[in-house]
């Protein structure tokens, strides 16, 4: 393949902040400010993410980070094949954290800390990578029993193979989520979160508003936390980061919970499509306004509200 032609499938992460560092040493366990502002301990009392797998597609992670080993499962490396999926950039890491983080006495606390994570590393060192591995990590999660897929990277050209990918996966009812992008206000999201087969997630701050780098078009979904997120990171480390990247598995997080407890028998909804999470978050979002019956071009349906989602028997 010519040099021409390997641009076409060239991806790289969401470019994101790093805003400060703790060793594990130092950190002692706080819940970010997106668990408490949507009362997540609450939600714990009846699900936290047992029973399900969600395949992180990324730069890997710390395998050994000590608020995330417990919650990981095999792997795998498309960037060095044969070699475990270790993180070398700290992305995926921080992608990680936020899903699966346990609630134990140390750094922070993931938004389904029972869940667990399968890194599936198709980023290098740099965050840069061939969407053909992304759609072969696709392919990978969908293969190997994730239950749900999470992608905070993106690139303004579309690849078939990926969307071929995802419909795949989609094929089998595994949703895959996509971090809509970082460039501000845009006519369209980057992809793959632009396709119709993905749920994409923009990012909010504190304070309920659109992060002014979340991208905007048509095809958001929803929105959730993004701005000034504390994670993990290697190694053994902590590091606050804002990005539509982290609102993307906060969103996942949520799915994550409602999939444990609809699996473990708790309420009857169906969860069996794409289509199906999308309307499942479209009951329970909050916004400025009204109820939306279409996407709207800033926000989507509106933030993923789990406050909203009644986990009664």
């Known amino acids: 393949m010519s040099d021409k032609k390997d641009k076409k499938y060239k991806c790289k992460l969401l470019p994101f902040e790093r805003i400060e560092c703790l060793s594990v040493q130092d950190a002692n366990q706080k819940a970010g400010w997106g668990i408490t502002a949507f009362d997540l301990p609450k939600t714990w009392q009846y699900t936290q993410g047992e029973g399900i797998k969600i395949a992180v ?6 395998l050994d980070h000590p608020d995330l080993k417990e919650n990981l499962v095999e792997g795998y490396n498309f960037i060095k094949p044969g070699t475990p999926p270790e993180d070398d950039n700290c992305h995926g890491t921080h992608v990680a954290g936020i899903l ?12 389904c800390p029972k869940a667990k994570v399968m890194p599936i590393k198709v980023l290098n060192s740099k965050g840069s990578g061939n969407l053909l591995d992304v759609a072969q990590g696709v392919i990978w999660a969908a293969d190997h029993g994730a239950n749900i897929i999470t992608m905070s990277l993106g690139s303004p050209m579309k690849v078939q193979q990926v969307r071929k990918a995802i419909q795949y996966a989609a094929s089998k009812g595994i949703p895959t989520f996509v971090a809509a992008g970082n460039a501000g206000n845009t006519k369209e999201i980057f992809y793959p979160a632009n396709y119709p087969e993905t749920i994409a997630i923009g990012a909010i701050d504190e304070n309920f508003n659109r992060a002014s780098f979340s991208n905007t078009g048509m095809n958001l979904d929803f929105m959730a936390p993004g701005v000034d997120i ?13 990005g539509t990247s982290m609102a993307c598995p906060f969103a996942v997080g949520v799915a994550a919970l409602v999939l444990s407890y609809v699996k473990n028998g708790k309420v009857k909804i169906k969860l069996d499509t794409v289509e199906d999470y999308k309307e499942v978050f479209r009951r329970y979002t909050t916004h400025g306004t009204k109820k939306y019956d279409k996407p709207q071009f800033y926000e989507g349906f509106g933030i993923i509200d789990p406050r909203k989602m009644t986990f009664d028997e």
């Open 57 to 62: 597609i990324d730069t890997g992670c710390d």
């Open 100 to 111: 699966v983080a346990e609630n134990n006495d140390i750094g922070m606390v993931g938004v």
């Open 230 to 242: 504390f994670s993990t990171v290697p190694d053994n480390w902590y590091a606050t980061l804002s």
